[in-house]
């Protein structure tokens, strides 16, 4: 059935800044789907932090294109972004969602999970089935959208996992499969010490930035930290860790969405080895208050969505 000429409800911001209060709700075209794209009739859409960075002016001037801008990277095409009933996408990078698997189970898939299965992989090289070496991993921030996956998905390889997070979910990311879970905010968290004295071969560093020589202290001779939203810090501290020939290093992470990694992940949830941990559902009528329970920073899992 065609959708030309019919409207949708969507949620959109006219320039940067303001968070939560610069969102606006409007009317506006149902998008058409070029050669080789589909239309999607949304029927969840997951935020994360990236959504509201871009707001921010962090990617400034390459997003948005123009405004105004429907956000939510989870889709991208014509209409922007994911926050509107529908949008489109390339064929090339949808996959089939299997009845097992709901729709907001898997809408937190395409940044977040496939965040933290590119930072284990390609950035660190780790095998999802345990063939590889034992290995020692940091992951802050673990009881966030990131952090949650970034925990189970290690689990899969032959990994010691630390995990940092708040004291109240503590409890939380043990039941996600972490060996050992700090608290960030004593001493030993904000040092990211490890219980039991591991050093680390990798940090999934999720949590805002932290200086050098607090990963450096804690990393095994060739560790590496793997920064998920690398800013100009993480950048230079890359260039730096490079040009000083350090055996430590920090990688930031860029993501490339890949539709066979994706499909990887639907399966893994399908087959009961990978969840996605809701935090909280809000309509889009109720977008404005999603967005700013995302910018907090205290959601325990996704925050989902739902036109």
């Not at 019919?6 to 050669?35: F, I, N, T």
């Not at 095409?77 to 996959?95: D, F, H, I, M, R």
Request: glycine letters at 10%; hydrophobic letters at 40%; a positive charge.
């Amino acid at each position: 059935m065609s959708m030309a000429g019919k409207l949708m409800h969507a949620v959109q911001y006219g320039g940067y800044g303001r968070g939560a209060a610069g969102l606006k709700h409007v009317e506006v075209q149902v998008p058409s789907p070029s050669k080789g794209e589909v239309l999607i009739k949304f029927e969840a859409i997951s935020l994360n932090q990236i959504d509201w960075k871009i707001q921010g002016g962090m990617v400034r001037p390459f997003l948005p294109r123009k405004f105004p801008f429907i956000p939510a990277t989870d889709v991208s095409g014509e209409a922007g972004g994911g926050l509107a009933e529908y949008g489109v996408a390339s064929e090339k990078l949808t996959v089939h969602r299997p009845p097992e698997v709901s729709a907001a189970e898997c809408a937190g898939l395409p940044i977040a999970g496939l965040t933290a299965h590119m930072a284990l992989t390609q950035s660190f090289g780790m095998k999802l089935d345990k063939s590889g070496p034992h290995k020692n991993i940091l992951i802050t921030a673990a009881s966030g959208g990131v952090g949650q996956y970034a925990v189970q998905l290690a689990k899969l390889g032959n990994a010691h996992v630390t995990a940092t997070c708040g004291a109240r979910n503590v409890g939380f990311v043990k039941s996600l499969g972490a060996d050992e879970v700090i608290d960030y905010r004593t001493p030993e968290g904000a040092a990211l010490k490890s219980p039991s004295g591991k050093k680390y071969d990798a940090v999934v560093h999720c949590a805002p930035a932290l200086p050098w020589s607090v990963f450096k202290q804690n990393l095994s001779t060739n560790g590496i930290v793997i920064d998920i939203t690398p800013g100009p810090w993480a950048m230079w501290t890359s260039v730096m860790t490079k040009l000083t020939c350090s055996k430590k290093r920090m990688v930031p992470l860029l993501v490339e969405v890949k539709d066979e990694n994706l499909r990887y992940l639907v399966e893994l949830v399908r087959d009961g080895k990978l969840k996605t941990v809701i935090d909280s559902k809000f309509p889009l009528a109720k977008a404005e208050e999603a967005w700013a329970k995302s910018i907090e920073g205290h959601a325990t899992g996704k925050i989902i969505v739902k036109p």
